[in-house]
């Protein structure tokens, strides 16, 4: 099983960007698909999460800015980052639990920068 994200780079503060992030392989159940990111010094921390029946989980400090979704199909999630702030500068990374393992996958950068 592989996670492959995409949609980082750089961003003015205010600015938009669209994560994506693609299971592939041997997969039989997914129980949830979500992001974490880790800034330079700071611990891995949870942005958000959506389980199988679609409920949802953000960081208390997101919510409102960052919106989670998923195409069960493709077996992908995605994360809308708007308005965003130079704080939000990290690496982020998808999160899959699936048949009660966990994967990540490698991680993309977002930086926030004017």
């Known amino acids: 099983v592989q996670l492959q994200a995409f949609g980082g780079g750089l961003v003015q503060p205010g600015g938009s960007l669209r994560l994506s992030c693609a299971a592939s392989?041997?997969?039989?159940?997914?129980?949830?698909m979500g992001w974490y990111r880790q800034a330079p010094g700071n611990e891995r921390e949870l942005v958000a999460l959506?389980?199988?029946?679609?409920?949802?989980n953000y960081a208390n400090s997101l919510k409102g800015r960052f919106t989670i979704s998923r195409d069960n199909a493709k077996n992908t999630v995605y994360l809308q980052m708007n308005s965003l702030k130079p704080e939000d500068t990290a690496v982020y990374y998808c999160?899959?639990?699936?048949?009660?393992?966990?994967?990540w996958g490698k991680g993309t950068q977002v930086t926030v920068s004017s």
């Open positions: 959506m389980s199988n029946g679609g409920g949802t």
């Open positions: 999160r899959m639990v699936e048949g009660g393992r966990n994967y």
């Open positions: 392989g041997s997969i039989s159940r997914i129980n949830s």
